[in-house]
């Protein structure tokens, strides 16, 4: 199992996974030329995509996933509320996904959807496992609830919202509703927060972890990666942070 960001942050959101012959993406927050273009950046195509997975209808989740889908016949999981929420109105290969109906196995991997409190109508975060790697994403939640805490336990790496410093959105530029939006119970996960989940699952031998869905705005990596160094610094070196605008490398679980 192998997993690689094609770009992370509120301007858009794209994640590859691949185990044995199966390529999946999760969201398509670029349009469908831009993913285009930053799959070639890794030697990718659309056309190897075997499925795309929506985690709720925001654009910078959604925004080429319709056009994607219908110009190279992929199918697309998502559960109803996602659908409903993005109007999708193709007629591509649609799978309706019930997040608390357990997992589902596309080729070679299996998928567990978990809720999420998030502003959305119906969104959901996964869990992404082969025969012997687990990997857990979780972006666009507004707080971490005992549900999270439980589905991200015995993973092998983790791709993790680290939205805002607490005061860089206090005193940041955003109007104060858009301020209490994202820093609310159904917005973003603060460095904090997200140091607050860490503490609360068994990190110690993840192969990554993996920094998502930073604010340009409301954040700085450096702030981040000072969060985690405080937190633990044996995390150090397996520790990465995602960009909004080019490719990560690929990270292996080997
Ligand atoms: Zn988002
Ligand atoms: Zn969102």
Same mark, same amino acid.
Not at 50 to 67: C, F, M, N, P, V
Not at 76 to 103: C, F, K, M, P, Y
């Given at each position: 199992?192998?997993?690689?960001?094609?770009?992370?942050?509120?301007?858009?959101?794209?994640?590859?996974?691949? =185990?044995?012959?199966?390529?999946?993406? !999760?969201?398509?927050?670029?349009?469908?030329?831009?993913? +285009?273009?930053?799959?070639?950046?890794?030697?990718?195509?659309?056309?190897?995509?075997?499925?795309?997975?929506?985690?709720?209808?925001?654009?910078?989740?959604?925004?080429?996933?319709?056009?994607?889908?219908?110009?190279? #016949?992929?199918?697309?999981?998502?559960?109803?509320?996602? !659908?409903?929420?993005?109007?999708?109105?193709?007629?591509?290969?649609?799978?309706?996904?019930?997040? *608390?109906?357990?997992?589902?196995?596309?080729?070679?991997?299996?998928?567990?959807?978990?809720?999420?409190?998030?502003?959305? $109508?119906?969104?959901?975060?996964?869990?992404?496992?082969?025969?012997?790697?687990?990997?857990? &994403?979780?972006?666009?939640?507004? =707080?971490?609830?005992?549900?999270?805490? =439980?589905? !991200?336990?015995?993973?092998?790496?983790?791709?993790?919202?680290? *939205? %805002?410093?607490?005061?860089? !959105?206090? *005193?940041?530029?955003?109007?104060?509703?858009?301020?209490?939006?994202?820093?609310?119970?159904?917005? %973003?996960?603060?460095? #904090? +927060?997200? &140091?607050?989940?860490?503490?609360?699952?068994?990190?110690?031998?993840? +192969?990554?972890?993996? $920094?998502? %869905? &930073?604010?340009?705005?409301?954040?700085?990596?450096?702030?981040?990666?000072? #969060?985690?160094?405080?937190?633990?610094? =044996?995390?150090?070196?397996?520790?990465?942070?995602?960009?909004?605008?080019?490719?990560?490398?690929?990270?292996?679980?080997?």
């Amino acid at each position: 199992m192998r997993f690689l960001s094609l770009g992370s942050g509120s301007r858009g959101n794209a994640t590859l996974l691949q =185990s044995g012959e199966t390529l999946l993406l !999760l969201d398509c927050g670029f349009t469908r030329k831009e993913l +285009q273009r930053r799959l070639s950046l890794v030697d990718l195509a659309c056309d190897d995509i075997d499925a795309i997975l929506l985690t709720h209808e925001h654009s910078d989740h959604l925004r080429g996933a319709q056009a994607l889908s219908r110009h190279h #016949a992929i199918p697309v999981w998502a559960t109803a509320g996602t !659908l409903r929420g993005s109007e999708w109105a193709e007629s591509s290969e649609l799978h309706q996904i019930n997040a *608390n109906s357990g997992d589902f196995r596309i080729g070679d991997i299996r998928i567990t959807p978990f809720t999420v409190p998030h502003d959305a $109508a119906e969104p959901c975060q996964y869990v992404f496992a082969d025969s012997r790697k687990r990997v857990g &994403i979780l972006t666009d939640a507004g =707080s971490v609830t005992s549900h999270i805490v =439980s589905q !991200l336990q015995q993973l092998d790496a983790l791709l993790l919202e680290f *939205n %805002h410093d607490q005061q860089m !959105l206090r *005193n940041g530029p955003y109007p104060r509703s858009l301020q209490l939006r994202v820093g609310g119970d159904h917005g %973003h996960l603060s460095n #904090a +927060q997200s &140091i607050g989940l860490l503490g609360q699952l068994d990190h110690q031998n993840w +192969q990554h972890l993996v $920094a998502a %869905h &930073i604010s340009e705005k409301n954040n700085d990596p450096q702030l981040v990666r000072s #969060a985690l160094d405080s937190f633990d610094t =044996s995390m150090a070196s397996r520790f990465s942070v995602l960009n909004q605008e080019k490719p990560s490398r690929w990270f292996d679980l080997g």
